[in-house]
């Protein structure tokens, strides 16, 4: 079943759904470097890597700083949004599907691109800073999240994700981006 985009209304086992195809280039996964995903009181439930090349804070303190990014980042397209006279006020939470969103940014050494599901769930993936749009591979990446997590009678929502299925598919798929 596909949460996000398509144009079926019919149920699909999770092998029969497309996976976006990968921009030409050499399809190793080299450019995908690392993975968070977050529930919406910032708790991370995953944080992979797979091509990280320097570790400068503990896994405590990069998960409250991605988090903290995450959140102010949020706020403040939210505030200076051209299309809504309705500001609020700086720094307070925002609802799912609230406000200007921002889809990715980019430094001269990676790009972070955001994508945030209608039940809060926020995925943060880190590539290099030359990929081009990965929201497709976030759509896909939250639907095999749906399919092998959430749908997942041992899983308890809350908790860090440890769903060999939902590994083993995540690495197949981040394989194929560039």
Known sequence: ??????????????????????PPGTGTGANAQVLYVFNRNGVCLLYREW??????LDPT???KL???LLFSLRSFTAKIDP??????????????????????FKTN??????????SGIKLIL??????????DSLKHIYNLYVEYVVKN??????????????????????????
């Open 126 to 135: 880190i590539t290099h800073p030359r990929t081009g749009d990965q929201r």
């Open 61 to 63: 303190q990069d998960h």
């Open 153 to 178: 009678p041992l899983y308890a929502p809350g908790t860090p994700i440890k769903c060999e299925l939902f590994n083993k598919h995540l690495d197949q798929y981040v394989r194929t981006l560039i």
């Open 51 to 56: 091509h990280r090349p320097l570790r400068t």
């Open 1 to 22: 079943m596909q949460f996000f985009g398509g144009s079926s209304l019919t149920s699909v086992a999770p092998e029969a759904s497309p996976a976006p195809a990968a």
């Open 83 to 104: 299309t809504t006279a309705e500001k609020g006020n700086l720094g307070v939470p925002l609802l799912p599907g609230q406000g200007c969103s921002f889809y990715s």
């Open 109 to 118: 050494t990676y790009k972070l691109n955001f994508m945030e599901s209608p």
């Open 66 to 68: 991605m988090f903290g």
